[in-house]
């Protein structure tokens, strides 16, 4: 069965340093999603990586990913008060032609002024 | 083009009641999925419809809960007699999904705002 795990689970963070989240997961998959939920909300999408390699870049943040690892990483760089959230990832599991999402545990991220 | 709705948004039920959520998905989307999120945690995949069948319902729990996409009309997350461990935010997602070749984008999900509900 597939997991997908975090980590840290949570980060207190200076603005202006940078951080890196870390997404591993158990089996194979060919895409992987990171999304941003404020307290109280919905999820908000932020990249979709596709393939081995990818890399994406949204303002201060930057996601990549390494299929051969298994592994996704959300990098922040010099970080802001607007960054506090929790940010999950989130694998394609396609068994039976089923497509549902395996999210990871989130990582609540405080961002101190 | 109207995303996914939800309602209603918060719902507050006692114990043994039942509560019922709705869903809409997008326009021209035919799948939907529902997941559920437990305070302080992660989304967890609960089923997954198509209109009149349910395709994957790996993840609800074996009693008191059920689901349902007619034809017509949204989808419906049912929850009798509900007990306070039931409490969490109650996401769908709805994919467009199309036959034949499939796109890339065929089978994103795009998610609703949620209803929370509190079994008080």
């Known amino acids: 069965e597939l997991k997908v795990e975090q980590n840290p689970l949570f980060l207190s963070m200076q603005e202006g340093k940078n951080y890196t989240i870390y997404c591993n997961y158990s089996t194979t998959s060919d895409r992987l999603y990171w999304y941003r939920q404020d307290p109280g909300k919905s999820l908000e999408s932020l990249f979709v990586?596709?393939?081995?390699?990818a890399v994406k870049q949204e303002g201060r943040l930057m996601a990549s990913l390494d299929t051969k690892a298994r592994l996704s990483t959300l990098h922040i760089t010099a970080a802001v008060h607007d960054l506090s959230a929790t940010y999950f990832c989130?694998?394609?599991?396609?068994?039976?032609?089923?497509?549902?999402?395996?999210f990871g545990t989130g990582t609540r991220l405080k961002v101190l002024a | 083009n109207a995303g996914v709705m939800q309602n209603p948004r918060h719902l507050v039920r006692r114990r043994g009641q039942e509560a019922r959520l709705r869903c809409s998905p997008m326009k021209g989307h035919s799948h939907v999925y529902w997941y559920r999120q437990l305070p302080e945690e992660g989304l967890k995949f609960m089923v997954y419809?198509?209109?009149?069948?349910?395709?994957?319902e790996s993840g609800m729990p074996k009693e008191r809960f059920s689901a349902e996409f007619p034809k017509e009309g949204p989808s419906i997350l049912r929850i009798q007699q509900v007990v306070r461990g039931d409490s969490a935010a109650y996401f769908c997602a709805s994919s467009p999904r199309t036959s034949g070749r499939v796109r890339f984008d065929s089978y994103e999900q795009y998610f609703g705002p949620g209803t929370r509900l509190t079994v008080t």
């Open positions: 990586l596709l393939s081995n390699g």
């Open positions: 419809l198509q209109k009149e069948n349910i395709i994957d």
């Open positions: 989130a694998v394609v599991q396609f068994p039976s032609g089923t497509y549902k999402y395996i």
